[in-house]
């Protein structure tokens, strides 16, 4: 009941930066937290940010200091700013976003994943 829509990845250098989009749509009352977590091949899925609905944050140490993540409550939309990207930081980032629906009912959601390769 609930879709992301993610955008924002892709190839770039090392060094270089992306910014990573989500959108949230559905039957929405309330979005909490909101986050982008982040799997490479072989490995699990990682938190990489998230912000909740006071805009605390949270990082991984891998990325604090390079990665910025921001949200529009307005349009229940979530970013990733990255930066200094490196090779490492390569993955599929996905999206999560959770909340209540109009039903009350307690709902969290994945985003389908966007590609982001860092390589020279």
């Known amino acids: 009941q609930v879709q992301l829509v993610e955008s924002g990845g892709g190839l770039v250098q090392p060094g270089g930066s992306l910014r990573l989009s989500c959108a949230a749509s559905?039957?929405?009352?309330?979005?909490?937290?909101m986050g982008w977590y982040r799997q490479a091949p072989g490995n699990e899925r990682e938190l990489v940010a998230r912000?909740?609905?006071?805009?605390?944050?949270k990082y991984a140490e891998s990325v604090k200091g390079r990665f910025t993540i921001s949200r529009d409550n307005a349009k229940n939309m979530v970013y990733l700013q990255m930066n200094s990207l490196k090779p490492e930081d390569s993955a599929v980032y996905y999206c999560?976003?959770?909340?209540?629906?109009?039903?009350?009912?307690?709902?969290?959601?994945w985003g389908q994943g966007t590609q982001v390769t860092v390589s020279s």
């Open positions: 559905g039957n929405i009352f309330i979005i909490t937290t």
């Open positions: 912000i909740t609905g006071s805009a605390t944050t």
């Open positions: 999560n976003v959770n909340g209540r629906l109009r039903s009350e009912q307690g709902f969290g959601s």
